[in-house]
């Protein structure tokens, strides 16, 4: 097994599409069921899953991406920290062409002589902030679950290492507090939720136990079209029997104690903080920001940058879109001001954005 | 941005593992894995991460599970 191939065969596609056809024929009426991850997303685009479902099954895409859901504020912070001299402001490819307040962003800052750098692993830094002793290496630390234990191990690596030059700015955030937000929305009416197969890996099922609690489904799936299938078809079978609980579709890597390891290296380093998000406004306890053991390496410590008016683009939807409020078909910008080359919302930006995986597949039902 | 893949460890050295995915050699740390891996082990990598071990005998079960279901009609 390679555990790609295995979970694409198109008789098993086959099948479980009928199962899911017999399943919401015996539920007999409209079905909502959110994603929050962006990989699942673009599966789900790229597969073009969407034409092959029921038609009164609504598959919505939630705030799933850390790119998209980062406020404006934040990345105009991000610009300003780039742009203080004497630094090297470090992120993953995807920030880049975010666009701040002004349609500002960090790649026209790096044309304008600042140095900014693209890496794919935060491990990049050290070798970074080792080879430059002169320069202060601020690294935009972005991402769920998933990602906050690997810059919290960062992190503990420089602190061991004796590492003075380099700090960490946290847009870090976690994903339960924002479903259960969504949950509660009374115009969202969300049957249940697929949620986020590698977030899962590092918290487990039983973070998801909030949702079974109000009435929802819940499946972790995997990202290979019968994994997003057969997520499905779990949450379907959930609504058809009303049982409701939380199930692992992808066991193969979640387990439901999660990973006690990656989590406790994370809350060494972090500590919840209340965080603004794009489209859903501040959310308690969503934000990880670092503890004040590790205060030497936050970059809004020792940075302080001065109060900085934001303003998002005008007539964006983003933040709508994120909310599962909005298709990116209903945006007016969408394939018309705001495309891939030209992005005037986070959305289209990042290869994982709801209107970017809806515009390179053009199935933006 | 979450984006993960599963790969075999060929090497260990240290806290480094180097990780083949279909021919692609790269590099993983292994110091978020809560359990020891052997070379011939699979990983999930994350940003340069092993993030978990795969449960090979786990995910062969419930493929062979599923295509049981769909052999005897029942899905």
């Known amino acids: 097994?390679?555990?790609?191939?295995?979970?694409?065969?198109?008789?098993?596609?086959?099948r479980l599409l009928r199962q899911i056809h017999r399943e919401m024929d015996m539920i007999a009426r409209p079905v909502g069921i959110m994603e929050v991850c962006g990989t699942h997303t673009m599966a789900i685009s790229r597969c073009a899953l969407r034409d092959l479902l029921p038609g009164p099954l609504r598959l919505i895409s939630g705030p799933g991406c850390p790119v998209c859901v980062t406020s404006v504020e934040d990345v105009d912070r991000a610009l300003a920290f780039a742009g203080i001299g004497n630094v090297m402001f470090i992120t993953f490819g995807d920030m880049l062409r975010v666009p701040g307040t002004e349609r500002v962003t960090l790649q026209r800052l790096r044309a304008d002589g600042c140095d900014v750098r693209i890496i794919s692993s935060p491990r990049a830094c050290l070798s970074l902030a080792e080879r430059n002793p002169g320069k202060n290496i601020i690294f935009m630390g972005i991402g769920f679950e998933t990602t906050a234990p690997a810059v919290a191990s960062l992190i503990l690596t420089a602190s061991a290492r004796g590492l003075q030059n380099l700090s960490v700015?946290?847009?870090?955030?976690?994903?339960?507090?924002?479903?259960?937000?969504?949950?509660?929305?009374?115009?969202?009416?969300?049957?249940?939720?697929?949620?986020?197969?590698?977030v899962s890996i590092v918290i487990g099922g039983a973070a998801?136990?909030?949702?079974?609690?109000?009435?929802?489904?819940?499946?972790?799936?995997?990202?290979?079209?019968?994994?997003?299938?057969?997520?499905?078809?779990?949450?379907?079978?959930q609504i058809r029997t009303g049982e409701r609980k939380v199930e692992i579709q992808y066991a193969r890597a979640v387990r439901e104690?999660?990973?006690?390891?990656?989590?406790?290296?994370?809350?060494?380093?972090?500590?919840?903080?209340?965080?603004?998000?794009?489209?859903?406004?501040?959310?308690?306890?969503?934000?990880?920001?670092?503890?004040d053991k590790f205060r030497t390496f936050d970059a809004r410590r020792r940075f302080p940058l001065p109060e900085i008016r934001s303003k998002e683009e005008p007539g964006c939807a983003c933040g709508s879109i994120l909310k599962g409020v909005m298709t990116p078909g209903e945006c007016p910008l969408f394939e018309v001001r705001c495309t891939p080359e030209d992005p005037l919302g986070p959305c289209m930006v990042s290869s994982e954005g709801t209107c970017a995986a809806s515009y390179t597949y053009r199935r933006g039902r | 941005m979450c984006i993960g893949f599963p790969g075999k460890i060929v090497s260990i050295d240290d806290n480094i593992a180097v990780i083949d995915i279909s021919g692609t050699q790269r590099e993983a740390c292994l110091d978020l894995l809560p359990d020891e891996v052997t070379i011939g082990d699979y990983v999930l990598c994350h940003a340069g991460y092993a993030i978990q071990k795969i449960d090979e005998e786990l995910a062969k079960e419930k493929l062979d599970f599923l295509k049981e279901l769909i052999e005897h009609e029942i899905y």
């Open chain 1, 257 to 291: 104690e999660g990973n006690p390891r990656a989590r406790e290296i994370m809350y060494s380093v972090f500590e919840p903080c209340d965080a603004s998000w794009r489209g859903l406004g501040v959310i308690e306890a969503s934000g990880l920001a670092l503890s």
């Open chain 1, 169 to 198: 700015f946290s847009v870090h955030k976690v994903i339960p507090p924002a479903m259960k937000m969504l949950l509660d929305d009374p115009v969202l009416c969300l049957d249940g939720f697929l949620c986020p197969g590698h």
């Open chain 1, 208 to 237: 998801y136990g909030f949702i079974p609690g109000a009435g929802a489904a819940a499946v972790i799936a995997g990202f290979e079209p019968v994994d997003v299938l057969e997520g499905i078809m779990m949450i379907l079978r």
């Open chain 1, 1 to 14: 097994m390679k555990y790609i191939d295995e979970y694409r065969e198109p008789a098993l596609v086959e």
